[in-house]
């Protein structure tokens, strides 16, 4: 550790992203700060003086609203740069920032508009604003960013504000322990929870993160993953505010390959589905048993990995973090043999993702880490991890009763999350306290490690262990999209079918007696959050799998052990 951060009374001494905003202006004014592409395929670099100009301009015109102090202004946008000048434009204007996911549903939209009590919006980004505009109240103020949809309508643009709004000359400074965001949880189930953090957060999370991974201005990001996201906003905001460091954003899905090999990126987050996806990537160019012959050859390994790397686009990578679920075994493992360490953490947005983090060099396959800095935690009675961390969530917004339930009077955030701790102090997550079901013969089935294990197969992508009172678990599994495409082939399909079954029987022999899965169910279609299956940030609403499918649960359960097609193949 530095000496910034050698004792507790000092995180108050840190300065505030308003405070780094201002800093990087006057110091390194003409460098570039963000690389926005276009559609049209165009790149628009934006300097650390222009984005300040831009924020300076936005806070002035959000001023001359005469808005409440504090009130809260939503962002619905996919990624872009113009997501973070709004959001710290609001923060300069004495506003509080409220991200709404891209792919949100209008009803999903209303219901966080009127819990939020926002009176205006920026409208950026997105795929289906027609199926979206009904959730904005009527009578909100909205604003378009510069790659809002095609014939928009709303009350003000931003190219307009930029034209004909004086930029703000002062440079105010909020105080750290003001509201800064709330942060609507993506949440399996139910309706979203309110996060609210203060600018002290933030500023912690910026600083501490940094001197953990070693951050610097030679870095570089690649923006992905949806900013209205505690991770994404941690990793990419607030360490670049902290770090200095260049942003390049992704345009869409059909130009992440290329996006990523402008980026070559040295830093680069990824959530598991991601991972997996880049593996995928590759082996569809190099079949994996021909890989692994390759990669033990010592005068060849070196050219192969440099290679795959580079036209991955991920060639300077130094460091790579998984997060938001549990990151397979198997799949650090194929990594690893590339030359690519992937440490996990581990966090929430109640503490702006910032909790546990494997240090380079003392990572422990299926470990997401150590406690960060100044973060203390400990497991219930019941197996619960219980977190406390300079970074814990204020509470949710207007919902008092449910922050004293989630915040003990310690002060320790109940994560709802199982685990254990090794004698090193690395932490293990074993699974969810929810997830936990019991079958019908009155055993309790932990999900997260038979999927784990059950991942090792690259033909598989997706898992999802259920069983609550059936006699034994069954196991439901979309297939890769390569797998799929070859399913139509006769020959492969039957030998799918027997390395799956294989897989099945491997895993069962790892597995106590009442844990046994009696069927693995394949799917073709993915889980996506377009289908409601996923999350936002990308993980299975296992409810709602379970509701959509349970009235087959009987008859794939008396399978004995079979793999079984779902739909047809």
């Not at 709004?86 to 792919?103: C, E, F, K, N, T």
């Not at 690893?336 to 440490?343: A, V």
């Not at 294990?453 to 999802?464: A, G, S, V």
Request: aromatic share 8%.
């Amino acid at each position: 550790m530095t000496a910034l951060a050698q004792s507790t009374a000092q995180l108050g001494q840190l300065p505030t992203p308003l405070e780094r905003l201002y800093h990087h202006e006057q110091q390194r004014g003409g460098e570039i700060r963000f690389v926005q592409p276009y559609p049209d395929g165009h790149l628009e670099n934006i300097s650390w003086r222009e984005s300040g100009d831009q924020i300076r301009r936005m806070a002035a015109y959000l001023k001359s609203l005469k808005l409440p102090e504090g009130s809260r202004i939503a962002l619905l946008s996919a990624n872009c740069a113009h997501w973070i000048l709004a959001d710290m434009a609001i923060w300069m204007a004495g506003h509080v920032s409220v991200p709404l996911y891209p792919v949100l549903t209008a009803d999903s939209v209303r219901k966080i508009m009127d819990h939020s009590e926002a009176q205006v919006i920026f409208v950026g980004k997105l795929e289906d604003w027609d199926s979206m505009k009904a959730g904005i109240p009527e009578g909100t103020h909205t604003i378009s960013l510069p790659l809002s949809p095609e014939g928009i309508q709303t009350r003000q643009q931003w190219q307009r504000v930029m034209e004909q709004t004086p930029p703000m000359s002062d440079s105010p400074v909020r105080s750290r322990d003001d509201l800064a965001t709330i942060i609507y949880t993506s949440g399996t189930t139910g309706m979203p929870k309110g996060v609210m953090h203060s600018f002290a957060t933030m500023a912690t999370v910026g600083s501490l993160t940094g001197e953990l991974y070693g951050n610097r201005q030679s870095d570089r990001m690649l923006s992905y993953l949806p900013l209205a996201h505690v991770a994404e906003r941690a990793a990419i905001e607030i360490n670049q505010l902290y770090a200095g460091f260049p942003v390049y954003f992704s345009n869409s899905l059909e130009t992440f390959a290329d996006d990523l090999r402008r980026a070559r990126p040295t830093l680069f987050f990824a959530v598991p589905r991601i991972w997996t996806k880049l593996q995928q990537r590759v082996l569809e160019q190099v079949p994996e048993q021909k890989l692994k012959r390759l990669l033990k050859l010592p005068l060849v390994s070196r050219w192969v990995k440099r290679k795959l790397t580079r036209a991955l686009g991920m060639d300077q990578v130094r460091i790579g973090v998984s997060g938001a679920a549990p990151l397979s075994t198997s799949l650090m493992d194929w990594y690893e043999s590339l030359g690519i360490t992937i440490l996990e953490g581990y966090a929430m947005s109640e503490n702006f993702a910032y909790s546990h983090s494997t240090r380079p060099g003392q990572s422990k396959i299926g470990f997401v880490g150590v406690p960060s800095p100044f973060v203390d935690c400990k497991i219930s009675s019941q197996g619960e991890i219980l977190i406390k961390s300079p970074t814990n969530m204020l509470g949710y917004y207007l919902q008092p009763e449910l922050t004293a339930e989630t915040i003990d009077t310690e002060g320790y955030l109940h994560t709802g999350d199982k685990g254990e701790i090794d004698s090193q102090n690395r932490l293990k997550i074993t699974g969810r306290i929810k997830e936990i079901f019991k079958t019908s013969k009155g055993k309790y089935v932990a999900p997260a490690p038979i999927e784990d294990l059950l991942l090792r197969n690259t033909w598989l992508e997706q898992i999802c262990v259920t069983g609550d009172n059936l006699p034994q678990p069954i196991a439901l599994a979309t297939l890769s999209a390569a797998a799929v495409e070859r399913c139509s082939c006769p020959d492969f399909r039957q030998q799918l079918q027997q390395a799956l079954q294989q897989l099945l029987k491997d895993t069962n022999s790892r597995l106590d007696k009442h844990e046994h899965l009696s069927a693995l169910v394949l799917f073709r279609q993915l889980w996506t959050v377009d289908n409601n299956f996923m999350t936002p940030t990308l993980k299975v609403k296992r409810a709602v799998l379970e509701d959509v499918y349970r009235p087959q649960f009987d008859q794939w359960g008396r399978q004995g052990g079979a793999v079984v097609w779902a739909d047809a193949m």
